[in-house]
């Protein structure tokens, strides 16, 4: 029913003991119990469901791509992407008690470690190499150019690896927030070998 003045709303209950067999004749007084009384499910936390909903995040490793295809060359430049697929937001749910949170993912940056001590950051997956495009042409937003071989170290390769950042925002039941960024992580080995001619910067 409907709360009286000075109560908050709730309703009237009367006490009553079941058992089989046994029928209560006690007479208990009604109580009032206002409806975010003792025994009403508290409401479910939206920061908790946030969080449930981030570790339920599905994040796949960066599909490296590199031009060239097979062996980088000292002194070209090499260029970098990940694979366009993996390169999307990602988004889970978490929900509890009619209250439902929607965490998303969404990639910013990648890192990469040459594997020769360089290093470089792109603000985006790289632009992947283009048909017919020239060799000697660099990347206009991801590449690198190694200035050594890699024949020279142990197991003849350079690892490289590829680090994505996402930031991860989450928004439900009238609020909104954000979590400390979250990496996945991709490594490839690379064979660089020299050519005299370019090395020499001939043609």
């Not at 079941?18 to 920061?47: C, K």
């Not at 020279?152 to 979590?179: E, L, Y």
Request: charged letters at 10%; proline letters at 10%; glycine letters at 14%.
């Amino acid at each position: 029913m409907a709360s009286q003045p000075g109560q908050e709303p709730g309703a009237w209950y009367v006490y009553r003991c079941s058992t089989a067999g046994v029928r209560d004749a006690l007479y208990r007084p009604p109580v009032w119990i206002p409806n975010a009384g003792p025994g009403a499910a508290p409401a479910p936390d939206p920061e908790a469901l946030a969080e449930q909903a981030r570790s339920q995040l599905r994040l796949a490793g960066p599909q490296i791509v590199m031009n060239p295809s097979v062996d980088q060359l000292v002194g070209l430049p090499t260029w970098l992407w990940l694979d366009a697929a993996g390169w999307n937001q990602v988004a889970a749910t978490a929900a509890a008690g009619g209250v439902s949170v929607t965490a998303v993912a969404k990639p910013v940056q990648v890192s990469w470690s040459l594997g020769d001590g360089g290093a470089v950051t792109c603000l985006g997956p790289g632009t992947p190499f283009p048909d017919g495009a020239d060799p000697k042409s660099g990347s206009p937003d991801c590449g690198y150019t190694y200035r050594h071989r890699s024949l020279d170290t142990p197991g003849g390769t350079f690892a490289v690896t590829a680090t994505v950042r996402w930031d991860v925002t989450w928004a439900g039941a009238g609020q909104v927030g954000a979590f400390p960024g979250l990496t996945t992580v991709s490594t490839t080995q690379a064979r660089v070998i020299d050519i005299p001619s370019l090395t020499a910067g001939g043609g």
